[in-house]
Nanobody, 126 residues
Framework: VQLVESGGGLVQAGGSLRLSCAAS????????MAWFRQAPGKEREFVAA????????YSADSVKGRFTISRDLAKNTVALQMNSLKPDDTAVYYC????????????????????WGQGTQVTVSS
């Protein structure tokens, strides 16, 4: 499984960016997908996830109401629409995928995800 993120960049506070994750898989219906982020000197943290059924999405409290995760089954891509960006959103954003159905970890736990992209930098200036 290969995950390739794109769409990062520099944006002013209050602006928007749309990240995309292209997955080299047969179908996203077999994978739970998520976005995490890591700021300098901080732990990698959960941002948003979407279940393999597409019926459930999850967001961190810090991004609720501002970020939206979605997927395109035809293109095998997962997007993260980020609005009302803040300087605290500055981080490297990573796409992650999980194919197991064992329930050992919650969607917010990075240990759930076996596959990771290389990340894309998002910088929000004040």
């Amino acid at each position: 499984v290969q995950l390739v993120e794109s769409g990062g960049g520099l944006v002013q506070a209050g602006g928007s960016l749309r990240l995309s994750c292209a997955a080299s898989v047969r179908t996203l219906r077999s994978y739970d997908m998520a976005w995490f982020r890591q700021a300098p000197g901080k732990e990698r943290e959960f941002v948003a996830a979407i279940s393999r059924s597409g019926g459930n999405t999850y967001s961190a409290d810090s991004v609720k109401g501002r970020f939206t995760i979605s997927r395109d089954l035809a293109k095998n891509t997962v997007a993260l629409q980020m609005n009302s960006l803040k300087p605290d959103d500055t981080a490297v954003y990573y796409c992650a995928a999980d194919s197991l159905i064992d329930g050992s970890y919650s969607y917010t736990n990075r240990n759930k995800y076996a596959y990771w992209g290389q990340g894309t930098q998002v910088t929000v200036s004040s």
